[in-house]
């Protein structure tokens, strides 16, 4: 029995000597319980296996004979960040990392690879699917890059391993930078393609800006505040080519990964430069320069061991260079609060961009060093700040017009108010560049098409409506109406209770064309109505053409536009008979031999008028081409029954004429002209009875 207790925890230990080796070579992420749509995408941010200086083959991965891993490390993480042997690991070597992604099928996924340090070349399953630069554990065959990438890939067996081999030797950190993003094939290129897009939008924005202050700067170069201001825009283009996602090595591949780095560090300092004297020339009283000098010193100094020093000597001084751009922003901080507490000009959008972006600056300084959580923001921080900033400069630029600005709007504010009462049009005729011209007494004489427009019935209506309700109903009646006139060049004179008159000085054409138009757009007025459960509204439209006196009437102290001649008058008799003939457009004969010879119109003579003080009579004709279009063949098909009835009615042979309204009414039901016809005649023969 002893002996049995004895054997039992040598037999465990011997197990777990067999399966350790076994459990050190591969580093399992889980994903198969994910839905992969269009949408989702995985940062992989889990334990991944390390080799430590070496590039392992990942086909021995794959089969297992590859060597007892360095360590199981969390990732992303720099090499740099990690102990071996109590001792951190230097940033100059290679490395190799591995992780298998167990995936819910085979279909087909991204990856989206952002920034290593400095060169990385990536195997799946084996196969050589991406690379960044020249891996290798030879120092002087090393050749970094930094350049984001997406690459594709079908699972074996709904397994991929990743093999990652990164290199470097210049940078003072290496490693995995940031997560490999994973998704399906979709998912991953609308991530990239967001990231396109807002760095292009970014830099374009900023550059767009940048120029236009430069260009403000040298058409007054008294005033040097858009000058540092675009000169710091443009650093931060240069820094957004240099990091972005559409770097520099995207738009020129083998561009120099050294000058790529000492754009992104180099011209943030001189933008340093830049934003100080920026700030100096805003708030001079608080922004010093003698303070000011000091710090333009450090950063003229770090811009030059940016351009004339090796990366692998300047970028360890990157830690330093932090401490120096927060001291400056604190200092610029201050000042800005001290000129908000003296209530300087704008200061409200100095302050708030400026915060924003150095919570920013802050944010990405602590997630650099792995800190904070979050993610870069640095890019929108300073899109942000700019765009404030550049608002607040167009504040002053414009303060010192504000004043003639203001004045000058308001007197065309003046005159537009008064020329909705007296038509600009109006003006125009009399020859006049604005109503404060306008003298009592002028008037021209112009050839004129009037059209008058009324609501049928509409006292009717309004006995149904509150005062203010009718106010309500002619607006939006009236609304509809106005923007039609204008359009077919066309003014209102004026408004006659529900009634309008209308002016249309260069064709009859266009009056008729309105007219057309008006009707149409109250049949749609009459559906909208009717959803609502009111009653719809009919309209009767008179149109005549001839010459016509326009000017100004009244006396002194108020005057008023007005035409005045026969042809208003008639133009207001005609309107009127479309209430006896129960038509909607009618027109004169004037109008109807100006207008006859287009194809488009449809016409059909009805009566003859005399206006009160003149002898000769007026030919009156309907405009068919408001009914539908299925009903317009019935109406030509019945134009020579109806002019036969219309001359019988005219020699008084009322029988005959009534006998052939009602065959004309039997073949044509939408004819109302032909129905009111009836009705008076057999309303007259009743009488005669």
């Not at 207790?5 to 459990?23: D, G, K, N, R, S």
């Not at 604190?330 to 507490?341: E, G, N, S």
């Not at 488009?600 to 007026?618: A, C, E, Q």
């Amino acid at each position: 029995m002893m002996k049995r207790i004895a054997i039992f925890p040598v037999t465990i230990a011997l197990i777990f000597l067999l399966f350790l080796p076994a459990v050190g070579r591969e580093a399992v992420y889980d994903m198969r319980h994910i839905n992969f749509d269009d949408t989702t995408i995985i940062k992989i941010k889990t334990p991944w296996l390390f080799w430590w200086n070496e590039l392992v083959d990942p086909q021995s991965i794959e089969k297992g004979s590859a060597p007892q891993p360095t360590d199981i490390v969390m990732m992303p993480k720099h090499w740099t960040d990690y102990k071996l042997h109590g001792e951190k690991l230097p940033a100059k070597g290679c490395a190799t990392y591995a992780l298998r992604i167990l995936l819910p099928d085979n279909a087909l996924y991204g990856l989206y690879l952002d920034h290593m340090v400095t060169a990385y070349r990536l195997y799946i399953n084996g196969v050589d699917v991406a690379s960044n630069g020249m891996v290798s554990k030879d120092i002087t065959k090393m050749r970094n890059e930094f350049r984001h990438q997406t690459i594709y890939f079908l699972p074996k067996d709904k397994s991929a391993l990743l093999v990652l081999h990164i290199s470097n030797r210049d940078y003072r950190t290496a490693g995995m930078w940031q997560p490999v993003v994973i998704g399906n094939d979709k998912a991953i290129q609308s991530h990239y393609n967001a990231k396109i897009i807002r760095d292009l939008f970014l830099f374009g924005s900023i550059l767009i800006i940048g120029l236009y202050n430069i260009a403000l700067f040298l058409f007054r170069t008294k005033d040097k505040t858009p000058l540092w201001f675009g000169l710091f825009s443009l650093t931060v283009c240069a820094r957004i080519l240099a990091t972005g996602s559409t770097t520099i090595a995207h738009l020129f591949p083998g561009f120099p990964w050294e000058l790529q780095i000492k754009m992104e560090l180099g011209v943030f300092y001189l933008g340093g430069l830049f934003f100080g004297m920026f700030f100096h020339e805003v708030y001079p009283l608080e922004i010093k320069m003698k303070h000011l000098r000091f710090f333009n010193a450090v950063f003229i100094i770090l811009t030059l061991l940016a351009i004339i020093t090796p990366v692998s000597f300047f970028n360890r001084l990157v830690p330093f260079m932090q401490i120096a751009v927060l001291s400056g922003l604190t200092y610029v901080l201050v000042c800005l609060i001290i000129a908000a507490k003296r209530k300087r000009l704008h200061i409200n959008y100095f302050l708030a961009g400026f915060v924003l972006f150095m919570l920013a600056a802050i944010n990405d300084i602590l997630y650099a060093r792995n800190i904070l959580p979050t993610m870069y923001v640095l890019p929108i921080g300073l899109f942000i700040f700019i765009f404030t900033q550049a608002i607040a400069i167009a504040r002053i630029f414009s303060f010192s017009f504000l004043q003639v600005e203001h004045l000058s709007a308001h007197l065309s504010d003046l005159n537009h108010s008064l020329e909705r009462f007296v038509p600009h049009e109006f003006l125009a005729f009399l020859q006049k560049h604005s109503i404060m011209d306008v003298q009592l007494g002028d008037q021209i004489l112009k050839d004129i098409t009037i059209l008058f427009a009324d609501i049928r019935s509409f006292t009717t209506l309004s006995e149904k409506m509150t005062p203010e309700e009718t106010f309500k109903f002619l607006n939006s009646y009236l609304n509809r109406i106005g923007p039609i006139i204008r359009s077919h060049n066309g003014f209102i004179d004026k408004y006659i209770g529900d009634a309008i008159m209308a002016l249309f000085p260069h064709s009859p054409t266009d009056a008729l064309d309105a007219a057309i138009a008006i009707v149409a757009r109250i049949q749609e007025y009459n559906n909208e109505r009717s959803r609502l459960g009111l009653e719809p509204i009919r309209i009767g439209i008179g149109i005549h053409t001839g010459s016509a006196i326009l000017g100004i009437i009244g006396e002194t102290m108020r005057i008023e536009s007005t035409v005045i001649s026969d042809t208003v008058n008639l133009s207001s008799r005609i309107e009127s008979l479309t209430k006896h003939f129960h038509t909607t457009i009618l027109v004169s004969g004037e109008v109807y031999e100006q207008v006859k010879e287009y194809q488009k119109y449809h016409f059909r003579y009805i009566s003859k008028v005399i206006v009160k003080g003149k002898s000769k009579p007026t030919r009156i004709y309907e405009v068919l081409s408001v009914y539908p279009e299925e009903s317009l063949p019935l109406f030509e098909a019945t134009i020579k029954q109806f002019q036969k009835a219309l001359t019988l009615y005219t020699k008084k042979q009322f029988e005959k004429s009534v006998a052939l309204f009602k065959e004309i009414a039997t073949t044509n039901p939408h004819d109302n002209v032909t129905k009111n016809f009836i009705i008076e005649l057999e309303g007259n023969k009743a009488g005669r009875v």
